[in-house]
C-alpha cells in the first residue's frame, strides 16, 4: 500500500492539514507516525483507512479488510458492547453468528470489565477502547489503522494488543498507527515516520528495544527468542520480537519500568 503526494484541506480557504505527503506501507510491517498535537496524524490515518477523501494526491493498493480504531467511539452509542460487535461485525461481512462468537472471544481476550450487555456510553475509556479494538479486529483486517490504541488501557489488556498486533504482522497485514507514548512505539514499531506541519520529516528504523524491569531478574532471560542482551535489569530486544518479549516478561511477573529505542536509523 503506498499513499502518493496525498494532501488535504479544511475548508475552502483553509491551510493544507497534509501536504505532499508520500508514505510506503508494506505488508507485514508495523508502521508508526509520530508528531506533536495538530501535526495532521490522524488526519492521516483516516485517510489510509479510507474514511478521508484526499484533496491531492493518490492512494494506491489499499486491501479490501480495513480495520480502523478510532481516537474515541462516537459519544453516545447506546448500543451493548455485544450488539455492537455484532451489528459491526455484520457490516464487515460476518455472519451474525460468527460475529457474535468472534466478538465475544475478542471481549474474553481484552478483558472486558463490567457487563458486555451495557450500554457502550456507560463503559470507561479503557473499557470502551477495548471494545473499539474489538470491533477493528473482527474480520482480520488485511488493513489496521490505529489511532492511539493504548490510550486508558490496563497491562492486561496492553499485552493483548502487543499481541494481536503481531498476529498481524505474521499474516502479512498492513499496520498503520499513531502513538503519542515513546516506549510503545519502540516496543511495536518496525518503521517510524515524524510527521511535522502537515509533512513527514524523516523515518527511524528501530535497530534495538532496549527494555529496564523494575527490578534485576533473578533467572535467566537471554535465552528467550529475540533477546540479545540480559545485564540485571536490562534487556536488548530484537524489535520484530519485542511485542512478544514484553508478553512474556508479563506473563512471568515482572513489572516493566521502561522500553526505549536505540540505534535508529534516521532516513
Known sequence: ?????????????????????????????????????????????????????????VVRGRPGRVGYVPERLPAGLRLSARSYLRHMGRIQGLGTAAAARRGDELLERFALAGDPEAPVATLSKGNAQKVALAQALLAEPELLVLDEPWSGLDSEAHRALGECLAERREAGAVVLLTEHQQGTVAATADAVHHLRGGRLAGEETPAVVAVRLARPAEERLGSLAGVRAHDGDRLEVDPEHADAVLAELLRRGHSIHEVSRSGGRPA
Request: hydrophobic residues 40%; aromatic residues 4%; charged residues 20%.
Open 1 to 57: 500500500m503506498r499513499l502518493e503526494s496525498v494532501r488535504v484541506r479544511y475548508g475552502r480557504r483553509g491551510g493544507f492539514v497534509l501536504d505532499g505527503v508520500t508514505l510506503e506501507l508494506p505488508g507485514g510491517v508495523v508502521t508508526a507516525v509520530v508528531g506533536g498535537n495538530g501535526s495532521g496524524k490522524s488526519t492521516l490515518l483516516r485517510v489510509a483507512a479510507g474514511l478521508v477523501r484526499a484533496d491531492g494526491g
